[in-house]
C-alpha cells in the first residue's frame, strides 16, 4: 500500500476507548498530514456557515457542497483537533451536517431551562438552569440569556422537576442472559430506550453469557452509545473463572482501559461457577490497586445470586483483605428478605449496596422486597443514604409472571424501573432530590465520575425534566437534547433505519 493513505485511516478515531481522541504528532507526521490544518476558531466559522445557509433554506448536500467538508476529511478534522472528545465532534459534526430542525435543536450552543423545581440534588427551589456546550452554565434565579455564544433558545419548564440525568450503574448495554436457551438472549439495548427512561450514563457488566459476548464487543457497544449522546462505562470480570478479561489481567483492564470503572463477579450464584476465597481477595485487589495505578476509583462489583451463603464470601474478603466495603458493592441483593438482611447489616458497617428496581414480584421475584420498601427500610434502620445506590439490570431478559404467579414468558427489560422506584419514593414522602440520589449523585460517588450525577457549574450538563408526576420530558446528555417532550430524538441501529 506505501505511503498512500487509505480511507480507513481517515475513518479511525484513535484511542477510542477513552471516548477523547488523542493525536500522537509522531505518527501524524509518519502518515502524512494534510497539508491545510484547520484552526479551532475557522472550524466553528463553519460551523457558523452552515447555519447561515440552513437558514437560507438551503439542502444539507448544497451545504456541505459549499462549505467542502466531505465525509472524508470531517473525520480528518476530528484527528486534527485531538482535544475534541467525540461528545463535542458528534455536537459539532451533527450541527454542520443537520438535515432537519429535529437534529438542529439537539445541538443547540446554549440551552436556558427557565423556571423548574431543581434539585441538585440539593432542593434549590425554583430555579433557572443555564447549559452551555456541553456544561452546566450557571443555576439560579431569573438568569438571563447568554449572547455572543451561538445558536441557542429558552425552553419554559416551569411545571417541571429538574435533576441530573440518572446513572444506571448496572445494565446490560449489549443484552445478556441466555439462561434458558439460546432464545432468551436479549438483544443490544437501544438507545432511545435508554435516554426515554431519563438515564444519561451508564454502567455496563457483561451478563452470565460471556462465551458468546466479550467484554471488547461491549467496549464497543459503549463505544457506539458514547458516539450517540450519552456516557458509556464498563465493568470487566464476568460469571466465569477465570473471569474474562480485556488484557488478560483484571487489574491491567482496570488500570488501563478508560472506560472500565471495576471488576464483576457473580457469588453465591447457583448458577456460576465460584471462586475460593482466595480468588474472590485477588479480583477485589485488581479493582482497588489498578484503580489506583491509574488514579481513579474501581469497585468490584458483585451480583449476588439465591445460595443461603448470601454476602458470606465478601464480609470474609472485606476481613482479608481490609479493602474499605465502600469497594466491594453488592448488587441484587432485595431479591429476598434473608439476603436483603444480611445487605443491611452489611451496609451499616459501611458496605456499598445497590438495589435492583427490575427486581419485584411481577418480573418473576416472588420473594423480592420491593425496592421502594428496601431503601425506605435501610433508611429508617439507619443505613446513611449515600451507601445506597439504585440500578435497573435493564438490558436482561426478565420473566414476567401474573398475580398468581403464573409465568407469562420472558421478556427484555429497560432501566425505566430506576424512574419508577424513584417515584415511588417520592410518593412515600422523600424529595425528588432525595429520592434521586439513589441513581445519580450516589452512584457518581461510588464510581469517582467527578463530573457525573450533580447539577453544578462545570459538571456535563447531563440534565432530566419531569412533569410533577414523574414522567420523562425532557432529557440532556452532555448538552445534547436527546429527550423533547418524551420522545427520543436520537435512535439506535435496527433493520431500516439510519444508523448515523
Ligand atoms: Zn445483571
Known amino acids: 500500500?506505501?505511503?498512500?493513505?487509505?480511507?480507513?485511516?481517515?475513518?479511525?478515531?484513535?484511542?477510542?476507548?477513552?471516548?477523547?481522541?488523542?493525536?500522537?504528532?509522531?505518527?501524524?507526521?509518519?502518515?502524512?498530514?494534510?497539508k491545510k490544518r484547520f484552526q479551532p476558531e475557522e472550524l466553528i466559522g463553519t460551523l457558523r456557515h452552515a447555519d447561515v445557509l440552513l437558514g437560507q433554506g438551503k439542502k444539507i448536500a448544497e451545504v456541505v457542497k459549499a462549505l467542502?467538508?466531505?465525509?472524508?476529511t470531517s473525520y480528518r478534522w476530528r484527528q486534527e483537533f485531538g482535544g475534541i472528545s467525540s461528545c463535542e465532534w458528534n455536537?459539532?459534526?451533527?450541527?454542520?451536517?443537520?438535515?432537519?430542525?429535529?437534529?438542529?435543536?439537539?445541538?443547540?450552543n446554549w440551552a436556558l431551562l427557565r423556571?423548574?423545581?431543581?434539585?441538585?440534588?440539593?432542593?434549590?427551589?425554583?430555579?433557572?438552569?443555564?447549559?452551555?456546550?456541553?456544561?452546566?452554565g450557571a443555576i439560579g434565579p431569573n438568569l438571563s440569556e447568554p449572547t455572543g455564544i451561538g445558536t441557542g433558545g429558552a425552553f419554559d419548564v416551569s411545571s417541571g422537576i429538574v435533576l441530573p440525568g440518572l446513572i444506571d450503574g448496572h445494565v446490560h448495554v449489549m443484552g445478556a442472559s441466555g439462561l434458558r436457551g439460546p432464545a432468551t438472549r436479549s438483544t443490544d439495548l437501544q438507545i432511545e430506550h435508554i435516554v426515554s427512561a431519563g438515564v444519561t450514563t451508564v454502567a455496563s457488566p457483561l451478563g452470565a453469557d460471556s462465551l458468546s459476548r466479550s467484554l471488547s464487543g461491549l467496549l464497543a457497544r459503549a463505544a457506539a452509545l458514547g458516539c450517540q449522546g450519552i456516557t458509556a462505562y464498563c465493568y470487566t470480570g464476568g460469571w466465569r473463572n477465570p473471569v474474562p478479561t480485556v488484557t488478560g489481567d483484571p487489574q491491567m483492564d482496570v488500570a488501563y482501559l478508560d472506560r472500565v470503572v471495576g471488576v464483576k463477579v457473580a457469588i453465591s450464584e447457583p448458577l456460576a461457577p465460584g471462586y475460593t476465597i482466595e480468588e474472590l481477595c485477588r479480583l477485589a485487589h485488581a479493582a482497588w490497586t489498578g484503580g489506583r495505578l491509574a488514579g481513579k476509583r474501581a469497585v468490584l462489583h458483585a451480583h449476588i445470586g439465591d445460595n443461603p451463603a448470601g454476602l458470606a464470601p465478601i464480609r470474609?474478603?472485606?476481613?482479608?483483605?481490609?479493602?474499605?466495603?465502600?469497594?466491594?458493592?453488592?448488587?441484587?441483593?432485595?431479591?429476598?428478605?434473608?439476603?436483603?438482611?444480611?445487605?443491611?447489616a452489611y451496609s451499616l458497617e459501611g458496605g456499598s449496596i445497590d438495589v435492583t428496581a427490575t427486581e419485584r414480584p411481577e418480573e418473576g421475584f416472588a420473594e423480592a422486597v420491593l425496592p421502594a420498601d428496601a431503601i425506605r427500610d435501610a433508611l429508617a434502620g439507619g443505613v446513611a443514604a449515600a451507601r445506597i445506590t439504585l440500578s435497573s439490570d435493564g438490558g436482561a431478559p426478565y420473566t414476567r409472571v401474573d398475580r398468581a404467579g403464573k409465568v407469562l414468558g420472558q421478556h427484555m427489560v429497560g432501566s425505566g424501573a430506576i424512574l419508577r422506584t424513584i417515584c415511588?419514593?417520592?410518593?412515600?414522602?422523600?424529595?425528588?432530590?432525595?429520592?434521586?440520589?439513589?441513581?445519580?449523585?450516589?452512584?457518581?460517588?461510588?464510581?469517582?465520575?467527578?463530573?457525573?450525577g450533580r447539577l453544578t457549574p462545570g459538571?456535563?450538563?447531563?440534565?432530566?425534566?419531569?412533569?410533577?408526576?414523574?414522567?420523562?420530558d425532557r432529557v440532556y446528555g452532555c448538552g445534547a437534547l436527546l429527550v423533547e417532550s418524551g420522545h427520543a430524538l436520537v435512535k439506535g441501529s435496527s433493520w431500516g433505519t439510519a444508523m448515523v
Not at 424 to 442: I, K, M, P, R, S
Not at 459 to 472: F, M, R, T, Y
Open 459 to 472: 459538571a456535563d450538563a447531563d440534565v432530566l425534566v419531569l412533569s410533577v408526576e414523574g414522567v420523562v
Open 1 to 34: 500500500m506505501g505511503k498512500e493513505k487509505s480511507p480507513e485511516d481517515d475513518l479511525a478515531p484513535r484511542n477510542w476507548s477513552s471516548g477523547k481522541v488523542a493525536v500522537d504528532p509522531i505518527s501524524r507526521r509518519r502518515q502524512g498530514a494534510p
Open 68 to 72: 467542502g467538508v466531505p465525509g472524508v
Open 115 to 136: 423556571g423548574g423545581h431543581v434539585f441538585t440534588p440539593e432542593d434549590q427551589g425554583v430555579a433557572d438552569v443555564l447549559i452551555v456546550g456541553r456544561e452546566i
Open 424 to 452: 415511588e419514593l417520592v410518593a412515600g414522602e422523600l424529595t425528588w432530590g432525595q429520592a434521586a440520589a439513589f441513581a445519580t449523585q450516589n452512584v457518581a460517588n461510588l464510581l469517582g465520575l467527578d463530573h457525573k
Open 91 to 108: 455536537r459539532r459534526m451533527f450541527y454542520v451536517l443537520a438535515p432537519r430542525t429535529r437534529e438542529r435543536r439537539m445541538l443547540m
Open 316 to 344: 470474609e474478603v472485606q476481613r482479608r483483605t481490609g479493602i474499605p466495603g465502600d469497594r466491594l458493592v453488592v448488587t441484587h441483593v432485595s431479591r429476598n428478605p434473608e439476603l436483603w438482611k444480611q445487605a443491611l
